[in-house]
């Protein structure tokens, strides 16, 4: 079972940039898709950002522009650049990992995102 684990986050200022990285234990060589979420405190967990190895990629209307995915089969990690951040973006944030061969979605613990003001 492929594990993921988060990291990256932190406190920043309004306008600065955080890069999110979510190593799998194992390879993600068979993740037809991976993908960024959120949850800041009393909301619904959200999509981010979305990558299919089909070439697809989406995001919130409320990052476009500002956040990249992106994915290393290589290293087994995954990535989010955030930049021009807003306080808006503060949540914790999860990776996932949707595996063609077992057919499972993989989730990390999250890790915290603080913008301030």
């Known amino acids: 079972q492929v594990q993921l684990v988060e990291s990256g986050g932190g406190l920043v200022q309004a306008g600065e940039s955080l890069r999110l990285s979510c190593a799998a234990s194992?390879?993600?060589?068979?993740?037809?898709?991976v993908g960024w979420y959120r949850q800041a405190p009393g909301k619904p967990r959200e999509l981010v950002a979305h990558?299919?190895?089909?070439?697809?990629?989406n995001y919130a209307d409320s990052v476009k522009g500002r956040f990249t995915i992106s994915r290393d089969n290589a290293k087994n990690t995954v990535y989010l650049q955030m930049n021009s951040l807003k306080p808006e973006d503060t949540a914790v944030y999860y990776c996932?990992?949707?595996?063609?061969?077992?057919?499972?979605?993989?989730w990390g613990q999250g890790t915290q995102v603080t913008v301030s003001s």
């Open positions: 194992g390879s993600i060589f068979s993740f037809y898709a």
């Open positions: 990558k299919t190895t089909t070439g697809s990629t």
């Open positions: 996932k990992g949707s595996d063609s061969h077992t057919l499972r979605d993989y």
